[in-house]
Structures are given as C-alpha cells and as structure tokens.
C-alpha cells in the first residue's frame, strides 16, 4: 500500500454528517443548490451557503463544468464547501473524463490554498449525470493520488458513497493502491 492512498479513507454514509475542514459539493452550474448531494448539503447547511453561492453569481456567473468555487459551510461541521460541477456522461464523447478529472483536482487545489488539512468528497457525476461508477471511482483515485504526492497540505481524504456500488468500487481500488 502506497503512503498516500493511507490518506484515502471510503465511508458509506450521509456527506453532510462528516466532520472535515471542506465538503465538496456536486453541484450544478446555476449554484443554486438542486437534486442528490447538492439539494442534500444546501439543506443542512441552512441559507448561509446559498448566499455565498449567490454572490459568487454576481461576481463571475455560475460554474463551470470542470471548476470548482468554495463558499461557507454554514451550519455544517466543516468550515467550507467547495462546489464543483461534474460532467453529464455522454458517451465519453464530451471529454466527460477530463472534466471529472478537473472536478477533483481543483477541488483539492481550492481545499489546499484555503489550508484544509481533511476534505470530504461525494461520487461526483454518478447519480443523474450517469457517469460509469468504475470509471468514476477510477479518476477519483488517480486524481487524488497524484495531488497528495505533489501537495503535503491534505492530511486526510474521505471519499462518501451514498451507495453500495460507488463504495464497492472506491473501496476496491483503495485496498488495492
């Protein structure tokens, strides 16, 4: 097992119940809060991150597929919420694998410069947006492998599946680094 991948910890469970400096967000690109995860956090977390959301709105104008911005956690037990909006699968036709990789990574990055030591992620783009859970959960890995081989600040890495297959998968792989 790498020194990295002992960073890496896969949990089953509710993201908004973890205790981390930053939780990641899937959200859309209106960052208005929505369905799944993103409905999930913004619900939790009460008004104070959709405010945040909205001023980054007025600022920039939404998110891009692939970027990530960070706002308050509001009432959540983490300090921050980093939102990041993954791709819709479409075939693998849409470079849908370098945006998903680009979600991970400049959600790290984010996570980095506002000096988190833990981040929490959710299976990004593998509910409604359909991406293959295995090839998900395979960029994940990579992607958070890499960052934490190039940055020191992370300490701690939890990725949580809100279902048995996306656990089964990430799981697999970590085991297996």
């Known amino acids: ?16 119940k973890i205790t981390v400096d930053v939780i990641v967000n899937a959200a859309n690109t ?11 956090i ?9 405010e ?6 007025a600022k920039q104008g939404g998110c891009k597929v692939g970027e990530a911005v960070i706002t308050t956690a509001g009432k959540l037990a983490a300090k921050y919420v980093i939102h990041t909006v993954g791709p819709v699968w479409n075939g ?14 400049n959600a790290l990055r984010l996570a980095a410069e506002n000096g988190c030591r833990s981040i929490a992620f959710p299976n990004i783009s593998t509910g409604i947006y359909r991406f293959p859970k295995e090839l998900a959960a395979q960029i994940s ?3 958070i492998t890499q960052f934490l ?4 600040t992370l300490t701690q890495v939890k990725i949580v599946c809100f279902d048995d297959d996306n656990f ?9 680094a």
């Open 30 to 40: 209106s960052l208005l809060g929505g369905g799944g995860v993103d409905g999930a």
């Open 141 to 143: 890995i990579r992607v």
């Open 92 to 105: 693998g036709k849409n470079h849908e694998i370098e945006k998903l990789e680009s979600c991970y990574y």
């Open 168 to 176: 089964r998968l990430v799981n697999q792989l970590v085991m297996q």
């Open 42 to 50: 913004h619900r939790a977390g009460g008004p104070e991150i959709l």
């Open 52 to 57: 945040g959301c909205r001023n980054i709105l």
């Open 1 to 16: 097992m790498s020194h990295n991948t002992d960073k890496i910890t896969v949990v089953k469970g509710d993201i908004t």
């Open 149 to 152: 081989m190039a940055d020191t």
